[in-house]
């Protein structure tokens, strides 16, 4: 938060709120307070001035922004609905509520809301880009928005039959000497494809076969590649030291 109070200011407000106490200066006293971040103060003032003069809306609004800032949304809400039953075109009301809905993802209230405050401020750039990225999200709720294609949503993702999940493994001779060479002699795991012979798809004669993959059971997984993917992928054999 911007603070621009000079502690001069301040204390001048301080001392004629002391010696001649009223709504004004209740509002103003309260809202300074708020600036400086002294919260609890500020919190303390305004409520009482609440008590002596109920009805001000000056001194709700404060409140209401006091609320706000310190993330009590519930008591913010009903604070500034009070200011807005009274003064329905109250700019500070009306952007105040359109924020605390677009916090709660209350997108369809918002948008009204900023709709309302923008037609009587349009300069406010901020409140604009606010009611934009509520517009965007109109219709979903907060936690829609971290949930979007998820699993269930996304084709790529379903988890029903005949999803991707149906080849996870590659049909290839290759992958089925790797299963075989990890104790799946015969059957491939569940959501394993039968493994095919692979073929030249050009000449329709058997691929070569790969023989580094002779041993059923590896003595290194380097064995699952050749020297020529060894070199490209820059692997070597790790002794256990550093």
Not at 80 to 93: G, H, I, M, W
């Amino acid at each position: 938060m911007a603070n621009n109070v000079s502690m001069q200011e301040l204390e001048q407000v301080e001392s004629e709120w002391v010696s001649n106490p009223s709504p004004i200066l209740c509002a103003r006293f309260a809202d300074l307070l708020r600036q400086t971040g002294r919260f609890d103060e500020s919190f303390k003032i305004a409520e009482e001035g609440l008590k002596q003069w109920k009805d001000n809306s000056s001194i709700s609004v404060v409140l209401g922004k006091c609320y706000l800032d310190a993330g009590l949304l519930e008591k913010s809400l009903e604070m500034f609905e009070k200011v807005r039953s009274a003064q329905p075109q109250n700019l500070v009301a009306l952007r105040s509520l359109a924020e605390i809905h677009f916090r709660r993802g209350e997108w369809e209230r918002s948008v009204s809301l900023f709709e309302d405050y923008l037609y009587e401020n349009p300069g406010d750039e901020d409140a604009r880009e606010m009611q934009e990225k509520a517009r965007s999200g109109k219709g979903t709720s907060i936690e829609d928005i971290f949930s979007e294609d998820g699993p269930g949503e996304s084709d790529d993702m379903s988890m029903g039959e005949g999803s991707d999940d149906d080849h996870i493994f590659p049909d290839t001779d290759r992958m089925k000497k790797v299963l075989q060479s990890q104790g799946y002699a015969s059957e491939p795991p569940p959501g394993a494809a039968a493994p095919q012979e692979e073929t030249d798809a050009a000449a329709e004669y058997p691929a070569e076969k790969d023989t580094v993959f002779e041993r059923t059971v590896p003595a290194s997984l380097l064995e699952f590649f050749t020297d020529s993917e060894k070199e490209e992928l820059k692997l070597e054999s790790y002794d256990g030291e550093e």
